[in-house]
């Protein structure tokens, strides 16, 4: 089965620079990916995904990279804001697989310092 | 637009009682419906699936149970909680389960 999994527990941060975390997975059959933003006592929120067609994908402050090659992506958060800390974590599937869902890493903690 | 809609929030129930959580999806048909487990500071732990009415397949064998009335509703139950029960409990839509309800804080005691 694949492992999903995070390099940081925790990452912290100045108000207004970048912000990058990491995620690597062990199944090179998995073919999409999603980032999830999850703030205390609520449901993960869908922020980012990527196919393994690409290998970068922009969206509003955030940008997802994949490196299929060392079977690495990362979410860049631009100018982080106070309402950036939460945990984000990835998770992958293999598209063509069936319903099981999605393997989940456990988290990086972002926190922002003032 | 697809929504999802978990109730209730936060729940305290005693050992040995029962337990029913309801997940409802509005805007699609015939999604594939999950419940996932999150305990703290662990990832999330799939505990059913469905990809159906009445179609049910179960990841942990554990003392929960799903069930599958309606197209877009999705129930966690259980005849008797123990207290390794206690967790958050979140049911998600989509074709992997990449969209997620609010969640369910239950604690036994």
């Known amino acids: 089965g694949e492992s999903v999994g995070l390099h940081l527990p925790t990452l912290s941060v100045q108000e207004g620079d970048n912000s990058i975390i990491n995620c690597a997975y062990s199944?090179?059959?998995?073919?999409?990916f999603i980032w999830y933003k999850q703030e205390s006592g609520k449901g993960p929120q869908f922020i980012i995904d990527i196919r393994s067609n690409m290998d970068k994908r922009q969206g509003q402050r955030v940008t997802v990279l994949l490196n299929k090659t060392v079977k690495h992506l990362s979410l860049q958060i631009a100018a982080t804001q106070p309402g950036d800390s939460a945990v984000y974590f990835c998770?992958?599937?293999?598209?063509?697989?069936?319903?099981?869902?999605?393997?989940f890493g456990k988290g990086t903690h972002l926190i922002i310092q003032p | 637009s697809q929504t999802i809609h978990q109730w209730p929030a936060t729940l305290v129930q005693p050992v040995g009682s029962p337990l029913s959580l309801e997940c409802t999806v509005e805007?699609?048909?015939?999604?594939?419906l999950y419940w996932y487990r999150q305990a703290a500071g662990r990832g999330l732990q799939l505990l059913f699936y469905?990809?159906?009415?009445?179609?049910i397949s179960s990841e942990v064998p554990q003392n929960l149970s799903a069930s599958r009335p309606q197209d877009r509703q999705f129930i966690l139950s259980s005849k008797k909680l123990l207290l390794s029960d206690s967790g958050f409990y979140l049911c998600?839509?989509?074709?992997?389960?990449?969209?997620f309800g609010q969640g369910t804080r239950l604690t036994v005691v």
């Open positions: 998600a839509w989509g074709r992997q389960g990449a969209f």
């Open positions: 469905s990809v159906g009415i009445g179609q």
């Open positions: 998770a992958g599937a293999y598209s063509g697989g069936g319903a099981d869902g999605l393997t």
């Open positions: 805007g699609t048909s015939n999604p594939n």
């Open positions: 199944n090179s059959a998995s073919d999409y």
